[in-house]
């Protein structure tokens, strides 16, 4: 067979056109092959045998070393919340309706930098869990009553620094804690109500809110006056004196929902209608990436997640903001996403209203194992050998004498 090609490349002045068509037709159809697997790929519905298979996730919250908690609901039995780990396959419930009925109380589950998850359910208390233990964190009443709605933690040589997000009356405000004393809770002057707090550096910590204006003062109807999104840099050194907001940045529709970080320790602000990119405090980038949910993966990655329905998928690395077109639009209505090893694991609904999990596998898209990067491995390979074959004949009747 090497020989008949041999012959027919040789035989310039009647086939050189058949095998220079023969090439255009490869590169056309390689083309073709090629540009027929630009959808991302490695997202799909998951099929598993979780203990919150069946259930809602309303929340959940992965361990570092791949266990997780989560919050399921089911119209027959109601909230769950329980701690499962993988790997034995062993389920530690927490709260129940056959004992304790207080999940509908958890404010929130979140994991902290040590692995350690920590959610609230009773005024001026932090429940953590961690390598299946629970321990109870118990604040006094020395400073005011409050509930917890959300904590972050900033870890250093000399330290871990935690930060709360706390419910004061009709207001949200902030206290840090020192040893297991609250501050003075923050001033709440400034008529904006925060949803979501994070470490950004020693000392400084980002929070997230809404600002509620006087009745039509921003030009919206005086009946309901438009909530503005807000990015808050909150100052707390660890000490015991009281957290002050050093800046607050407002920014003109939206909501402000998620916080995630980048590889170089950037961190990523998810919105309904933009998100930022957020350097420092002076320096904030505005990315038209709207989002229901930013989360970073375990290579720095950040993932903007649509909605349902969506024919997208937007990720920021080190070499910037990329959109994925995907094979299939996006088949879940958020609830709760988390990452765990190399996936993305997206909880919610689909549009029957039936509970699904839809995971993102951030290793597969461009892998060998992929249709794209089998086929681009293929069209080198195909390409450089059809190429060496006509080097190879161009050369010998370069030293052919004439």
Same mark, same amino acid.
């Given at each position: 067979?090497?020989?008949?090609?041999?012959?027919?490349?040789?035989?310039?002045?009647?086939?050189?056109? +058949?095998?220079?068509?023969? /090439?255009?037709?490869?590169?056309?159809?390689?083309?073709?092959?090629?540009? $027929?697997?630009?959808?991302?790929? %490695?997202?799909?519905?998951?099929?598993?045998?979780?203990?919150?298979?069946?259930?809602?996730?309303?929340?959940?919250?992965?361990?570092?070393?791949?266990?997780?908690?989560?919050?399921?609901?089911?119209?027959?039995?109601?909230?769950?919340? /329980?701690?499962?780990?993988?790997?034995?396959?062993? !389920?530690?419930?927490?709260?129940?309706?056959?004992? &304790?009925?207080?999940?509908?109380?958890?404010?929130?589950?979140?994991?902290?930098?040590?692995?350690?998850?920590?959610?609230?359910?009773?005024?001026?208390?932090?429940?953590?869990?961690?390598?299946?233990?629970?321990?109870?964190?118990?604040?006094?009443? *020395?400073?005011?009553?409050?509930?917890?709605?959300?904590?972050?933690?900033?870890?250093? &040589?000399?330290?871990?620094?935690?930060?709360?997000?706390?419910?004061?009356? !009709?207001?949200?405000?902030?206290?840090?804690?020192?040893?297991?004393?609250?501050?003075?809770?923050?001033?709440?002057?400034?008529?904006?109500?925060?949803?979501?707090?994070?470490?950004?550096?020693?000392?400084?910590?980002?929070?997230? %809110?809404?600002?509620?204006?006087?009745?039509?003062? *921003?030009?919206?109807?005086?009946?309901?006056?438009?909530?503005?999104?807000?990015?808050?840099?909150?100052?707390?050194?660890?000490?015991?004196?009281?957290?002050?907001?050093?800046? !607050?940045?407002?920014?003109?529709?939206?909501?402000?929902?998620?916080? $995630?970080?980048?590889?170089?320790?950037?961190?990523?602000?998810? %919105?309904?209608?933009?998100?930022?990119?957020?350097?420092?405090?002076?320096?904030?980038?505005?990315?038209?990436?709207?989002?229901?949910?930013?989360?970073?993966?375990? &290579?720095?990655?950040?993932?903007?997640?649509?909605?349902? %329905?969506?024919?997208?998928?937007?990720?920021? *690395?080190?070499?910037g903001l990329s959109t994925h077109v995907l094979?299939?639009?996006?088949?879940?209505d958020l609830s709760s996403v988390g990452e765990?090893? *190399?996936?993305?694991?997206?909880?919610?609904?689909?549009?029957?209203?039936?509970?699904?999990?839809?995971?993102?596998?951030?290793?597969?898209?461009?892998?060998?194992?992929?249709?794209?990067?089998?086929?681009?491995?293929?069209?080198?390979?195909?390409?450089?050998?059809?190429?060496?074959?006509?080097?190879?004949?161009? +050369?010998?009747?370069?030293?052919?004498?004439?």
């Amino acid at each position: 067979m090497a020989g008949g090609w041999r012959r027919l490349l040789e035989e310039e002045s009647e086939h050189q056109w +058949l095998s220079m068509a023969a /090439f255009l037709v490869f590169v056309i159809a390689g083309a073709f092959a090629i540009g $027929a697997t630009e959808h991302f790929v %490695g997202a799909e519905l998951t099929n598993d045998d979780a203990g919150y298979a069946g259930g809602l996730v309303v929340d959940i919250a992965y361990h570092h070393d791949g266990a997780y908690t989560a919050l399921v609901f089911t119209p027959e039995a109601g909230y769950h919340l /329980f701690t499962e780990d993988p790997a034995t396959n062993t !389920v530690m419930p927490v709260y129940s309706p056959q004992t &304790e009925d207080k999940g509908a109380d958890v404010r929130f589950l979140k994991t902290m930098p040590s692995g350690e998850v920590l959610f609230s359910i009773q005024n001026n208390q932090v429940v953590g869990l961690m390598d299946g233990e629970m321990v109870k964190y118990e604040y006094p009443t *020395d400073n005011g009553v409050f509930a917890v709605l959300d904590v972050a933690e900033h870890q250093s &040589e000399t330290g871990t620094q935690r930060l709360l997000l706390t419910q004061e009356g !009709v207001n949200t405000s902030f206290r840090g804690i020192v040893g297991m004393n609250p501050t003075h809770a923050m001033s709440t002057s400034t008529g904006v109500q925060w949803h979501t707090i994070e470490a950004h550096s020693e000392g400084l910590w980002i929070a997230l %809110g809404s600002h509620h204006s006087t009745s039509g003062a *921003d030009g919206s109807s005086p009946a309901t006056p438009q909530a503005r999104p807000v990015l808050g840099w909150i100052a707390w050194d660890g000490s015991d004196a009281t957290p002050v907001i050093q800046k !607050v940045n407002t920014y003109d529709s939206g909501v402000f929902h998620s916080i $995630a970080s980048t590889a170089n320790g950037e961190h990523v602000i998810g %919105g309904t209608t933009l998100s930022l990119l957020v350097h420092g405090a002076e320096n904030v980038e505005i990315l038209e990436a709207p989002t229901v949910q930013v989360i970073g993966d375990s &290579e720095g990655t950040v993932w903007f997640l649509g909605a349902l %329905g969506s024919t997208t998928l937007q990720s920021l *690395d080190d070499t910037g903001l990329s959109t994925h077109v995907l094979g299939r639009p996006v088949p879940v209505d958020l609830s709760s996403v988390g990452e765990s090893g *190399d996936f993305i694991h997206v909880h919610g609904v689909d549009e029957s209203g039936d509970p699904v999990q839809w995971s993102i596998d951030i290793k597969a898209n461009g892998s060998i194992e992929s249709g794209r990067g089998f086929l681009n491995l293929l069209y080198v390979l195909v390409g450089g050998v059809v190429l060496a074959f006509m080097l190879r004949y161009a +050369l010998v009747e370069l030293r052919r004498p004439a």
